[in-house]
C-alpha cells in the first residue's frame, strides 16, 4: 500500500524532526543514560498520509494513527430466540457466534413493500441447495456492523460528490453509534483515506480528499475493500456501499471475481447506488451493481441525480439497523467446502405473500470448518 504524495506533509514531517532531535540532544545533554527511558516519545501534529489499497486480494498493509472511535449506544434486545448467544455487556448485547454456524441476515417485506419486523422463529424456513436446515440461533436486533464506504472519485463524479460526501455522512450518522467505518477513494487507484473510526470529523476529511479524475476500477476496490474488511473488521456483521457513477473501466479484476470474494461465508451485505445515465456503458454498470448487491443480500439503487443520494443512505441505515439474523449448522459438514445456494421463506399468519431478502449462497469455509472438528 503506497501513500499519495504531498510534498507539503513532507516538508512539515522533515522540519519537526529536525527540531524534535536538536531539542532532544539538548535534553540528553542534561540527563544521565539511565534516565533516557523515562523522556517522553516525540509525537507529530500532522496527520499520517492516506494509503492506497491494492488491486488484489493481498492483505493491505494498514497503518493509522487514528485510534478506533467508542461511544455508548442503547442496543435492543433480541425480540426471540434461545438467548444462548448473547451476552449482555452493560446496556448493550454482544453475540457470541458459533464458527460453524452460518449466520444470514434478512430483511422481509410484504407485499406493498412495507418491511415487517415483529415475526418469530417459528415462522422462518431455511434451505441450503434445497434441504431444509434446522435455525439453531433467531434475533432481531440492533448490532454494530463493520462497514466500508466505497466512492468512485473518477472525473465525471466531480460535480457529484459533495451530495455523495453528505450522503455518506448521514448514513454513519443514521447508523449505530458503535459501527467501524472506514473510506476508500477509487478512481483507476484505491485509496484508504481514513480506517476504521466512528468519528465523524475524521470521515469527513477522508471524504473530502478529491482527486476526481482517471478512469472507473470499480472491481478492484470492492475486491480490496473485501478483503480488508474480512480481516480487520471487528464486529461479525460486515457491510460495504458503494457509490459510482459509471461502468467499470479500468480494472485487472473481473465482476466474477469480485462477485466470488463476497460470496465467502458470512461475507460482507453490499449495497449500490448508482448515479447513471441511459446509454449502452450505464446499462452495463446497472447489471454489475445488481448483480453485487442481489448476490450478498443487499440492495441496488439507481437515482435520476445526486441530490436523491440522501435519502438513499439513510433508508440503508434503516435497513441495516432492522434485519433478522438467523444461524444455523449446515447439515453438510462444511468441511466439504464448495458452493451452497441458500433461501430463507417466511409465513406468518395475518400476512400475505412476504418477501425475504438474504445472500444467494456463500462459499464454506472448509479450513476453518476442518480446524474446529
Request: net charge negative; charged share 25%.
Amino acid at each position: 500500500m503506497h501513500p499519495r504524495n504531498n510534498p507539503v506533509i513532507l516538508i512539515l514531517i522533515v522540519a519537526l524532526a529536525l527540531t524534535v532531535g536538536f531539542a532532544f540532544g539538548q535534553q540528553q545533554d542534561q540527563v544521565s543514560p539511565g534516565e533516557l527511558e523515562t523522556l517522553p516519545r516525540a509525537t507529530s501534529s500532522v496527520e499520517g498520509p492516506t494509503q492506497s489499497l491494492p488491486a488484489t486480494t493481498t492483505t493491505p498493509s494498514v497503518s493509522t494513527t487514528q485510534p478506533r472511535g467508542s461511544q455508548p449506544t442503547q442496543t435492543r434486545p433480541p425480540a426471540t430466540g434461545t438467548g444462548q448467544e448473547l451476552e449482555r455487556q452493560g446496556e448493550q448485547y454482544v453475540m457470541r457466534k458459533d464458527v460453524q454456524e452460518v449466520q444470514l441476515y434478512a430483511t422481509v417485506y410484504d407485499q406493498h413493500q412495507r418491511m415487517i419486523t415483529n415475526l418469530n422463529r417459528n415462522d422462518f424456513a431455511v434451505f441450503e441447495d434445497n434441504q431444509p436446515q434446522q435455525i439453531t440461533s433467531f434475533h432481531l436486533m440492533d448490532v454494530p456492523v463493520s462497514l466500508g464506504i466505497i466512492i468512485d472519485n473518477s472525473g465525471s463524479m466531480r460535480d457529484k460528490r459533495a451530495a455523495v460526501n453528505e450522503a455518506a455522512l448521514n448514513l454513519v450518522r443514521s447508523s449505530n453509534p458503535q459501527d467501524e467505518v472506514f473510506v476508500v477513494n477509487f478512481s483507476d487507484e484505491m485509496w484508504l483515506d481514513q480506517d476504521y473510526t466512528n468519528d465523524i470529523g475524521k470521515l469527513k476529511e477522508a471524504l473530502e480528499k478529491i482527486d476526481s479524475r482517471g478512469g472507473t476500477a470499480l472491481y478492484d476496490a470492492v475486491i480490496a475493500s473485501a478483503d480488508h474488511l474480512a480481516k480487520t473488521g471487528t464486529k461479525d456483521k460486515k457491510v460495504l456501499v458503494v457509490v459510482t457513477d459509471g461502468e467499470d473501466n479500468a480494472s485487472r479484476e473481473s465482476l466474477e471475481r469480485a462477485v466470488r470474494m463476497l460470496q465467502d461465508q458470512n461475507g460482507p451485505v453490499v449495497y449500490t447506488i448508482g448515479i447513471l445515465g441511459d446509454d449502452r456503458e450505464a446499462k452495463r454498470a446497472k447489471r454489475a451493481l445488481t448483480q453485487l448487491s442481489l448476490e450478498t443480500g443487499g440492495v441496488y439503487f439507481f437515482p435520476r441525480d445526486a441530490s436523491e443520494v440522501d435519502e438513499i443512505s439513510r433508508a440503508v441505515a434503516h435497513d441495516i439497523r432492522n434485519q433478522y439474523i438467523i444461524g444455523y449448522k449446515p447439515t453438510n459438514p462444511q468441511v466439504n467446502g464448495g458452493y451452497r445456494t441458500v433461501k430463507v421463506e417466511a409465513k406468518a399468519s395475518g400476512y400475505g405473500r412476504l418477501q425475504v431478502r438474504t445472500r444467494s449462497g456463500y462459499y464454506a469455509e472448509q479450513q476453518r470448518a476442518a480446524k474446529q472438528q
